[in-house]
């Protein structure tokens, strides 16, 4: 397993940009973002995979871009126009695997999560 540090998160106000950093300590393969917000479950939120490929729940589609820099071992998440209902504690994951899948179970090493609050 490896080690994920996230930052980045914070209160923004509803139609604003937040930008999460997750730094790994060690090689990656498929990494994503998840998310959870009060009294629900953790949810999908993005993945990207070790040669670019993404993949984005409905519901972010548009708004948010996962990006990676393999030579840092570190993924971002570009989150623009922002909703309240994007107010969650995101949390970052890796995996061995090459495939990109939404089952969070799939993924072997978890961030400590980063709170992102939005204001209406």
């Known amino acids: 397993q490896v080690q994920l540090v996230e930052s980045g998160g914070g209160l923004v106000q509803a139609g604003g940009s937040l930008r999460l950093s997750c730094a790994a300590s060690g090689r990656t393969f498929t990494m994503g973002w998840f998310r959870q917000a009060p009294g629900k479950e953790r949810e999908f939120v993005a993945a990207i995979s070790w040669s670019g490929n993404t993949d984005y729940t409905d519901s972010v589609k548009g708004r948010f871009t996962i990006s990676r820099d393999n030579a840092k071992n570190t993924v971002y998440v570009q989150m623009d126009n922002l909703k309240p209902e994007d107010t969650a504690v995101y949390y970052c994951?890796?995996?061995?695997?090459?495939?990109?899948?939404?089952?969070?179970?799939?993924?072997?090493?978890w961030g400590q999560g980063t709170q992102v609050t939005v204001s209406s």
């Open positions: 994951a890796a995996r061995l695997g090459i495939s990109l899948t939404r089952e969070g179970r799939a993924f072997n090493s």
